[in-house]
């Protein structure tokens, strides 16, 4: 459908938005209850989704993966610029979000959100604390640091190792969806 | 623009020569992310983390905030990581909030469709023309679009300007041209000459842009004849493909399913041209202007499938 928009397909744009606009909510709703200011910012995701289509390789990531990406991006800018915080529930119960909504698990977004919560679920400690942060919270390494007193370098290294863990899982996934050889990856890397 | 997954580099990890693909010595030692291990060149076990490290932290945080010069990072390893950070966000993103509207698809229709193709008015009445686009851009018989300026195009403004000029003079004039060959010019040109028909209440001057095309339209709904400038239109192959010009009688293209034929032109040289309006039949009141690709000789009928330009009058 990305690539679809990409060519300038007006037809693509409802697809897309049928698709995609309940996880978009979903990814956007944790930064205000007021549904006026998330819908501001759902807008903005699909504009940038729009503008960004041209971009979309589908070697690298599924189109809800492609489209979650730019959510975080808008959702984290919008945090910073209102100098906010989440106040995230407890992982665990934030591993089923959008269970309820039909319209969420009809998305592919399972396939490789599920990759990203298999590597989570085996986090421990500091390390899953400094993902959390980093990636939901939008807190800049030296911010991470300062907050939970865990040395720079530390905090680095969880960022690096937790990407790269998802990362592995990711290009495996995709590599079977597109018949492609599975290579080793990571190998000793980590 | 999208990557072919055949060409692409695979930054890899485990396999990965980071020194060949330049990550040696430098660059991340002023970044922060350098130590005597990371010059050692034997090493590559911890240059490969400092690399990754570095990619990461630009992945979730943004090149300014990791305090990272970006150029030395590879693409495809900070794509990767991005795609992993929103898996990440998607399977970590906290509950709770506002449920979604149950008309939250066609809201957003309503209020970013129109900018999925561009911001411009104009672009919103080509994303309407473009209905029935399917063909992939690449397959489009388009001829290349030269990015170009009307400021080079004045460079060496003589002789031949100034005959396409009194020319253009002539033709607007008697608004009765009917060559399907654009004319090279300038929009002062077209500006000139408009103003030179400014008493006439018939004749309307409109300047407009889509992308990276500007132009005006000089139009008479009297004389059923006009001229349109465009500046930004690359040159064709008229064996491979011609531009042809359409004529809507409003300004909402989907309005109108049988616009006039405004001719066939081509475009032979970079820089702004001018093309007659060739309108085959009687065309009232004229609304909005379109161009497309078509096959040679052009089509009764246009798919819509490649518009390039669309002005409305103003």
Do not use: C
């Not at chain 1, 744009?13 to 049928?18: E, M, N, P, Q």
């Not at chain 2, 500046?231 to 009688?249: K, S, T």
Request: zero cysteines; aromatic letters at 6%.
């Amino acid at each position: 459908m990305l690539v679809r928009v990409a060519e300038g397909d007006p037809t693509a744009v409802r697809d897309v938005l049928s698709r995609y606009s309940a996880l978009v909510w979903s990814l956007a709703s944790g930064l205000s209850n007021d549904p006026h200011d998330v819908e501001d910012v759902v807008q903005d995701i699909f504009v940038d989704v729009w503008r960004s289509a041209g971009r979309y390789d589908p070697a690298v990531a599924s189109e809800a993966t492609f489209i979650a990406t730019i959510a975080r991006r808008r959702v984290i800018d919008r945090r910073r610029r209102a100098g906010r915080r989440l106040d995230p529930e407890p992982l665990e119960e934030e591993f089923a979000p959008g269970e309820s909504d039909d319209r969420l698990r009809q998305i592919d977004l399972h396939d490789e959100a599920n990759q990203a919560r298999e590597v989570v679920a085996q986090l421990t400690g500091d390390r899953r604390k400094v993902l959390e942060l980093s990636v939901v919270d939008g807190l800049t390494h030296r911010e991470i640091a300062a907050d939970t007193g865990i040395p720079l370098g530390t905090v680095k290294s969880h960022i690096r190792r937790g990407l790269a863990e998802v990362t592995e899982r990711l290009r495996a996934r995709r590599s079977i969806q597109l018949g492609e050889d599975e290579s080793p990856f990571m190998e000793g890397s980590l | 623009m999208r990557r072919d997954p055949k060409d692409r580099r695979d930054p890899g990890f485990g396999n990965s020569n980071f020194e060949g693909q330049g990550y040696g010595e430098g660059g991340y030692a002023e970044n922060g992310f350098g130590n005597a291990a990371y010059r050692d060149p034997n090493d590559s076990e911890r240059v490969r983390a400092e690399v990754e490290t570095a990619a990461a932290l630009v992945a979730v945080e943004g090149a300014s905030s990791a305090g990272v010069d970006t150029s030395h990072l590879d693409p495809v390893l900070l794509q990767r990581f991005e795609s992993a950070a929103g898996a990440l966000f998607s399977a970590m993103r906290p509950v709770g909030g506002p449920g979604a509207p149950g008309d939250l698809v066609e809201r957003l229709i309503a209020t970013t469709e129109p900018r999925a193709f561009g911001d411009a008015t104009f672009e919103r009445r080509a994303s309407s023309l473009a209905l029935a686009a399917r063909r992939p851009q690449t397959e489009r018989p388009t001829p290349a679009r030269a990015a170009r300026s009307v400021r080079a195009n004045l460079v060496g403004f003589g002789g031949w300007a100034a005959a396409a000029l009194l020319g253009l003079y002539v033709a607007l004039g008697s608004f009765g041209g009917t060559s399907a060959s654009s004319e090279p010019a300038t929009v002062e040109d077209v500006r000139t000459v408009a103003d030179a028909f400014g008493l006439r209440p018939d004749v309307s001057h409109s300047p407009w842009s889509v992308g990276d095309l500007t132009g005006e339209v000089v139009w008479s709904d009297a004389d059923n004849a006009g001229y349109m400038y465009i500046d930004g239109l690359g040159v064709n192959d008229p064996e491979v493909a011609q531009y042809q010009l359409w004529i809507f009688r409003g300004q909402d293209p989907a309005a109108e399913p049988h616009p006039v034929d405004g001719g066939v032109f081509d475009v032979t040289t970079d820089g702004g041209v001018v093309v007659p309006i060739d309108a085959k039949i009687a065309v009232g009141s004229a609304g909005l202007f379109a161009v497309t690709v078509e096959e040679p000789g052009g089509v009764v009928v246009s798919e819509r499938e490649s518009i390039v330009a669309v002005a409305v009058r103003s």
